[in-house]
């Protein structure tokens, strides 16, 4: 059983459009984190947050965690072919230690 | 600061032999964590040191998995008797100690462990 549950698993789309990616579970997390990984890459962490309805802007990504503390979305805005990759989420399900679940993963493709 | 390093970035091995992999973590972290990864799939949770001391094992770490961190610093885990199913990337993971939202995990590159 997958905690955490991201979609679309898979998306292609064309450079400028806007796109959004979900993360969500049923469980209740204290902290959720999005990472960005290359082939042969380790992941590389995008943002935590930790505040229900907390909201996080990286320049044209923004991340959302929900009131709940049990789903959280990434929105790109004006997406580019560099924002090409897989984005993970990860949730902490305790205090103390980053024992994180991880989603499955959501391939993105920008083409030019 | 050189990252988490991880060696060897390859590992092909036979069924039933040991492996060894090892990470360097950046040097003033006392936080080690090991996930693996499969294709397609989410990093899982494996275990992790703070400084040399392991706190926590997934029950995913069957008996053939030993990890250990003796002087705090670099970490190893060993596959004993590998199988096919340990095939996966074994990634390594430091970071300080620290409130949920100031503690951020460094991953290394992993190791790529193929078992034939």
């Known amino acids: 059983t997958q905690l955490l549950e991201q979609s679309p698993q898979f998306l292609s789309i064309q450079e400028g459009e806007n796109l959004t990616v979900y993360c969500n579970s049923s469980?209740?997390?204290?902290?959720l984190q999005w990472y960005r990984q290359e082939p042969g890459e380790g992941p590389v962490l995008l943002v935590t947050?930790?505040?229900?309805?907390e909201v996080k802007k990286l320049k044209r990504l923004t991340f959302q965690f929900g009131d709940a503390r049990k789903d959280s979305s990434l929105h790109i805005t004006a997406a580019q072919p560099g924002d090409t990759g897989l984005y993970l989420c990860?949730?902490?399900?305790?205090?103390?230690?980053?024992?994180?679940?991880f989603g499955q993963g959501t391939r993105l493709t920008i083409n030019p | 600061d050189t990252g988490v390093s991880q060696d060897p970035r390859h590992k092909i091995t036979k069924r039933g032999q040991n492996v060894t992999f090892r990470c360097d973590p950046i040097?003033?972290?006392?936080?080690l964590y090991w996930y693996r990864q499969t294709l397609g799939q989410g990093p899982e949770f494996l275990t992790y040191?703070?400084?040399?001391?392991?706190?926590?094992k997934s029950r995913l770490l069957s008996d053939r998995f030993s990890a250990e961190r003796p002087k705090g610093s670099f970490s190893t885990l060993e596959i004993q008797r590998t199988e096919q199913g340990d095939s996966a990337m074994y990634l390594c993971?430091?970071?300080?100690?620290?409130?949920?939202?100031?503690?951020?995990?460094?991953f290394g590159s992993g190791t790529q462990l193929s078992v034939l």
């Open positions: 040097s003033e972290h006392n936080r």
């Open positions: 947050v930790v505040t229900g309805g």
């Open positions: 993971a430091s970071s300080l100690a620290g409130t949920v939202r100031d503690e951020k995990l460094f």
């Open positions: 040191f703070q400084n040399e001391a392991q706190l926590e």
């Open positions: 469980s209740v997390f204290s902290s």
């Open positions: 990860a949730g902490a399900r305790i205090q103390g230690a980053q024992k994180l679940v």
